[in-house]
């Protein structure tokens, strides 16, 4: 099955000025990319102008089957510090699917059996925490706007750090409904807006469509067990940039593991200016 990895540098530079990515995040990048070729299939990148000069200069643009630019495209209307995983909706909805969506920051460690996974599958249902996940009246919109009457405001969202989607009517709702919501909102903060948009609306769509939300695996079995199987590094990336011990060792497993798995790589890897200080 294709996966896509997406790259959307616009929040970063509105931010800093700059587009960069931690050493790690470059790691977990290359692992994810060819572990999943390895194991499930094609893998393309998502990306815009800015992102794709950044991988050209490192080198990097061999880990995907395909790079589109496409990102270049997303509307300057939506604001990108609220929106900053936007580029993931955008690049879905210009999918077909079957499709997985994959975080550069996941890694997918073994074969996936698609054609048992229903017409959708996340990688873990989240709970409704009203600080994260507030109701209704929370939200900021344009005049005129008018949240969905079928929306379930009780569904538990999906993490969208993976997921799976083999339904196109349920691709092309979801990416829809979320884009015309970031397109029609006025001013919020950067983490309940985006994760609506994303990940509740994910489930929310599901349920109005009378689709099944599989899920591969939950947070307990996770922290247990996850690394089997699935590897996410969202939860560990400020205490990696705040610990050079802890961030070397991470980096220096990821590159003994790709030293391992992926031998023929390793020349052009040690070239990348980010991490020619673990080897």
Known sequence: MLA???TW????IIDTGVFKVDDFDILTTILSALKWKEMNGEIKLCTDSTGLSFYKRRDMTWLWDDISTELDNI?????PRMFWACGKLFALRNQTA?????DTDFI???RLAFDSLK???????EDIYPDVYPDVHHFNMQYGYIFDADLDWRERPANAAFYVVKNQDFLRQYTDSAIDFMMNT???DNLTYMVFAEQRLFAMTAKKLGLELETFSDLEHLFENGENYFTHTWGMKQQ?????ALRSHFCKRCINRIKRDYPEYIDTIKEIDELKKYF
């Open 186 to 188: 006025i001013e919020g």
């Open 9 to 12: 540098t616009k929040p970063q």
């Open 98 to 102: 079957p499709v997985a969506m994959i």
């Open 119 to 125: 017409d959708v599958t996340a990688i873990h249902r």
């Open 108 to 110: 997918v460690w073994d």
């Open 75 to 79: 509307p300057d209307r939506i604001n």
């Open 240 to 244: 990696m940039r705040d610990s050079d």
């Open 4 to 6: 896509v990895h997406t």
